[in-house]
């Protein structure tokens, strides 16, 4: 089992940048993939972006694609979570997760239920 601890979220204006962090510890981090997801109030969590386990793809939702990066640093065990160009929309807590398939060389990432690993999350509002 993973822990995972997310930090950077916060209160911005549309068009503001946040940086949210992701610190993982236990088992071997960069043999998995991690993901971000979101849930607004009264909506189901939903995919936002993943990068897979060596780091080399990553992949994003539609509605994020051009304004959010993730990337990942396996010396420091953390993933991040680049959100530019924010939109009220955006608003929601945000989750880090690990994914439960070890190296997994495949590019689907979008179902919560292969990610086996969660934390707490970190709230992100955007005011208009």
């Known amino acids: 089992q993973v822990q995972l601890v997310e930090s950077g979220g916060g209160l911005v204006q549309a068009g503001d940048s946040l940086r949210l962090s992701c610190a993982a510890s236990?088992?071997?981090?960069?043999?998995?993939?991690m993901g971000w997801f979101r849930q607004a109030p009264g909506k189901e969590r939903e995919f936002v972006s993943a990068i897979n386990w060596s780091g080399g793809r990553t992949y994003y939702a539609d509605s994020v694609k051009g304004r959010f990066t993730i990337s990942r640093d396996k010396d420091k065990n953390t993933v991040y979570l680049q959100m530019n160009s924010l939109k009220p929309e955006d608003t929601a807590v945000y989750y880090c997760a690990a994914d439960r398939r070890p190296a997994y060389s495949g590019n689907y990432y979008a179902d919560p239920a292969l990610f086996g690993s969660w934390g707490q999350g970190t709230q992100v509002t955007v005011s208009s």
């Open positions: 236990g088992r071997t981090f960069s043999r998995y993939a």
